[in-house]
């Protein structure tokens, strides 16, 4: 089942429940992926790739995540509470998340073979490394653990 599909599923078991808040960010993905379709239609591509989907979905998440902190920054729990069922919600629509551990294994493979050594190779490192992590682990996660590494 594609993930349009799937979301549709749940679109009815959300209205079935009564789940406002399930319904609610289900819905809003479907309209994302929908207008991403229609933005790729004049390519000729009828629906929209895996990697496609995945980065919509991440790039709500990222959303998710930048609202909270805007929220918690403004003293607003009320409102970063409701972002961050939204973004539990979405997660589940996204592969899992790497631990720390294996993101900083990936991270010192490419330094090792990118010969990076101080800040100024974050470059060389960051590329290849989100290449390498679409999806499996947050951006500012790995800019971090990049960072540290070239740093120490």
């Known amino acids: 089942m594609g993930l349009k599909e799937r979301i549709t599923e749940d679109i009815k078991a959300a209205m079935k429940a009564k789940d406002k808040i399930r319904l609610e960010t289900v819905r809003s993905i479907k309209k994302v992926i929908i207008e991403k379709e229609s933005s790729v239609r004049p390519q000729g591509q009828e629906a929209l ?88 682990a947050d951006g500012k996660k790995v800019q971090d653990i990049v960072k540290a590494r070239l740093a120490g």
């Open 49 to 136: 790739t895996e990697a496609q989907e995945l980065e919509v979905l991440t790039q709500l998440a990222k959303q998710r995540r930048d609202a909270i902190a805007q929220y918690q920054q403004a003293g607003r729990a009320e409102l970063a509470e409701q972002e961050a069922q939204e973004l539990a919600i979405l997660e589940e629509y996204l592969p899992q998340q790497l631990a720390d551990e294996e993101i900083a294994a990936v991270v010192d493979q490419i330094i090792a073979s990118a010969g990076a050594s101080s800040p100024k190779d974050m470059g060389k490192v960051m590329g290849p490394a989100m290449q390498q992590l679409k999806g499996k």
